[in-house]
């Protein structure tokens, strides 16, 4: 069917449209090729009464071509959805499934499938606002995996905006709009905005406010309204997005309270949660205390196990950095960290650790990175033992110097990550990071760089870059499934997590990476 819309077999498609310009793209579809389309209403009908016929009045013809457009619409609408979200999920599996689907004859391209969802969402019809909301989710949770600067031309952060206006234009009281503006707001740069809204899609009530007395009253809810706004996972998004906003704007007390109360909310993780919320603590200095709590998380993770349950990579990186921080205070795996013990053990916050997993760095005021920045270079001069974290610390400052305009500090800084002995560093997401971060700052400098001044080396470079970075995931993954043939799987459990979020990040870089070269 998307042949008969197109005049194009899908993969054709898709190949046309990487070589259109992007400001071309949205107008696609020309008049010639809408009038390719084979209509099931275009077949001439016969009459079981040849010699009896009426002639049609103006009103009724008008009437069935409306008939006709609506379904005709709905079918196209439908048609571009299904293909397009198709296209965008198979976009983001791990290579090994991306291999197979692609001998089956699946091929999966974001820029191909972004434009089809964007044409079923102008089509206004039953599937317009299906296609929104995937657009929204895609687009909103692009901030975990590539910096804000470095987003693909496939749609524009203006273009995000106005599907979501429209959509609250036509569903005021949605929630799930809310929660996306919320994440939307963080994109933009507006973190402490986005924080509020977050805050309203978590409130259970409606409240009115009287214009002359002005006193507030709460309104009874539906009861099909009420299950709307307590839908659990709803609420569960909500709480978390607000949680990493406040993270971000260095409210950490109430970060610490937001996790601690997800913690209690769902039962996905929450051995994690309880982590977050207890690095929030220690950057709080709240350092008894949160040697306390870090010290339940094993408890946690063991109970689980002994119920027969799996942990989840997040979880094993979790219990895997507590482990070092007691190892390291009291050379082995048994003792009980106090305050004292986990300042000393502890080389660099675990909180930043988890705002650059989280691509968090772009969203921290200039004040705090100017902070961290001096903390870390402190560090670095002391003499504190650190030869086991000196590559995630040079990782940390060439970013926190990136984000901060040094761009010759922050390759420095870079270099020496890339340049570390993997084998002693503690994490082994470390030296794939620092390939990756070389690569998007080459592309950040791109962007201020005028034509013809050095564009192709930097473009080189950062390809070389990316290709080092998936060598090194493909190596590590290929370790790891020998590691899990001998050993217990949770030992290198983690790196699959890491491993699956950076081939992501990879791939949108390689997206922008296209981008520079038509632009050129």
Not at 85 to 98: A, E, G, M, R, T
Not at 302 to 310: A, I
């Amino acid at each position: 069917m998307f042949e008969t819309l197109t005049g194009q077999r899908a993969l054709d498609y898709a190949v046309d449209l990487k070589r259109i310009p992007q400001e071309r793209r949205l107008s696609l579809f020309t008049y010639q090729n809408s009038e390719k389309r084979l209509s099931m209403f275009d077949k001439p009908t016969v009459s079981k009464y040849p010699d009896v016929t009426r002639p049609r009045s103006t009103f009724e013809t008008s009437r069935l071509d409306e008939s006709r457009d609506i379904i005709e619409n709905a079918i196209e609408s439908g048609i571009f959805f299904g293909i397009g979200l198709f296209s965008l999920v198979f976009s983001l599996l791990p290579p090994k499934v991306n291999k197979i689907l692609n001998t089956l004859g699946f091929q999966s391209s974001r820029p191909f499938a972004l434009h089809l969802l964007q044409k079923s969402f102008r089509n206004l019809g039953l599937y317009s606002s299906l296609s929104a909301l995937s657009i929204l989710a895609y687009y909103t949770n692009l901030s975990l995996f590539v910096h804000p600067q470095l987003l693909p031309n496939s749609l524009s952060l203006e273009k995000a905006r106005e599907i979501l206006d429209q959509m609250k234009i036509c569903f005021p009281n949605g929630k799930i709009w809310k929660l996306l503006e919320g994440k939307l707001c963080k994109m933009e740069g507006k973190t402490r905005r986005g924080v509020e809204i977050l805050r309203d899609v978590r409130s259970r009530e409606s409240v009115k406010i009287e214009i002359l007395t002005g006193k507030l009253h709460t309104l009874p809810q539906k009861k099909k309204d009420r299950m709307v706004c307590e839908l659990p996972q709803l609420q569960a998004l909500a709480v978390y997005e607000m949680g990493w906003g406040q993270i971000f704007l260095g409210d950490y007390f109430q970060a610490s309270e937001t996790f601690f109360r997800l913690e209690g909310m769902n039962n996905w993780s929450r051995a994690f949660y309880h982590y977050i919320a207890t690095c929030c603590m220690f950057a709080d200095e709240a350092y008894d205390k949160s040697a306390r709590e870090f010290m339940q998380i094993p408890g946690m993770l063991k109970r689980k196990r002994q119920f027969g349950g799996k942990l989840l990579p997040n979880e094993i990186y979790a219990e895997r950095k507590i482990k070092h921080w007691i190892q390291k205070s009291f050379g082995q795996e048994d003792g009980v960290l106090d305050g004292k013990s986990l300042r000393k053990a502890v080389v660099i916050n675990p909180l930043w650790e988890l705002i650059y997993l989280w691509n968090g760095f772009s969203q921290l005021t200039v004040q705090k990175l100017e902070s961290m920045h001096q903390i870390m270079k402190d560090t670095l001069a002391g003499g504190q033992e650190i030869e086991s974290d000196i590559g995630q610390l040079y990782l940390l400052l060439g970013v926190g110097a990136r984000e901060l305009g040094d761009y010759d500090q922050a390759e420095s800084y870079l270099r020496k990550a890339a340049g570390s002995d993997d084998e002693i560093s503690e994490d082994a997401w470390v030296l794939p990071h620092a390939y990756y971060e070389m690569a998007a700052l080459n592309c950040v400098r791109l962007l201020y760089m005028k034509k013809d001044d050095g564009q192709k080396v930097l473009l080189k470079e950062a390809g070389d870059w990316i290709q080092k970075c998936e060598k090194q995931l493909t190596q590590r993954n290929s370790n790891t499934d020998h590691n899990n043939d001998t050993t217990h799987s949770d030992s290198t459990g983690d790196s699959d997590w890491d491993s699956r979020l950076l081939h992501v990040r990879c791939q949108l870089l390689i997206e922008k990476l296209d981008d520079f070269n038509t632009v050129k």
